[in-house]
């Protein structure tokens, strides 16, 4: 069986570097990305099964990054976890249409299980 694969975009390197090492523990392929300018190039060539979207990614921010994603017929079925410290994380991700939220900071074992939630749902 082929390794699930998580795209991660976030511009605050521990975070990227935890998160990754995590994921990859748990024989998750991770790729990660600081900015968000090229989301849909990024997102065709690697082709991930869920994606973590910080809220304050550099370039077009994180609303606008997934809301082209779900604006896009071929990319709208890949689930959007949205990620933020804001305090308005609800209205956020509403307005990007994300597919689900989690809080930073957050505890790493509710972000697994969401990640698993969702991969198991695309079954």
Known sequence: M??????????DAAILEVVT???EENGYDVKISETSHDIL???AEYQPDVILMDNWIPKIGGVEATRLLKNSEEFKHIPVIYVTANND???LASEA????YVSKP???D??????????REQV
């Open 2 to 11: 082929s390794k699930k694969k998580i795209l991660i975009f976030d511009d």
């Open 21 to 23: 090492i995590i994921f």
């Open 41 to 43: 190039e990024k997102v």
């Open 89 to 91: 994380i609800v209205a």
């Open 97 to 100: 249409r994300a597919d689900d």
């Open 106 to 108: 957050f505890n790493l």
């Open 110 to 119: 509710d972000l697994e299980e969401m990640v698993e939630k969702h991969i």
